[in-house]
């Protein structure tokens, strides 16, 4: 099973809604909710890279990008 970071829902959308309904959002989700435990010998950033991107370990770095959490990944 491949998993995603981005998952998506569908809200209710009510009759008397005064707005343009949006039928679908997105969220993010981190990559350690899909690591049980932390196996040895991870590949690791180097201390510069790790420090611009918050994590040791590429594994569990989870990129925050506006366009992919909008539902638009790889556009």
Same mark, same amino acid.
């Given at each position: 099973?491949? $998993?995603?970071?981005?998952?998506? %829902? %569908? *809200? %209710?959308?009510? =009759?008397?809604? =005064?707005? *343009?309904?949006?039928? #679908?959002?997105? +969220?993010?989700? *981190? =990559?350690?909710? %899909?690591?049980? $435990? ?6 690791? $950033?180097? =201390? $510069? #890279? ?7 370990? *590429?594994?569990?770095?989870?990129? +925050?990008?506006?366009?992919?959490? #909008? ?5």
């Amino acid at each position: 099973m491949h $998993y995603t970071q981005f998952k998506a %829902y %569908y *809200p %209710y959308i009510g =009759p008397f809604d =005064p707005c *343009p309904p949006i039928r #679908e959002k997105f +969220y993010n989700t *981190p =990559p350690q909710l %899909y690591m049980v $435990y932390q196996p040895p010998g991870l590949p690791q $950033y180097s =201390p $510069y #890279e790790a420090l611009k991107c918050g994590t040791l370990w *590429p594994a569990l770095f989870g990129p +925050y990008d506006a366009k992919a959490v #909008e539902g638009r990944v790889g556009t």
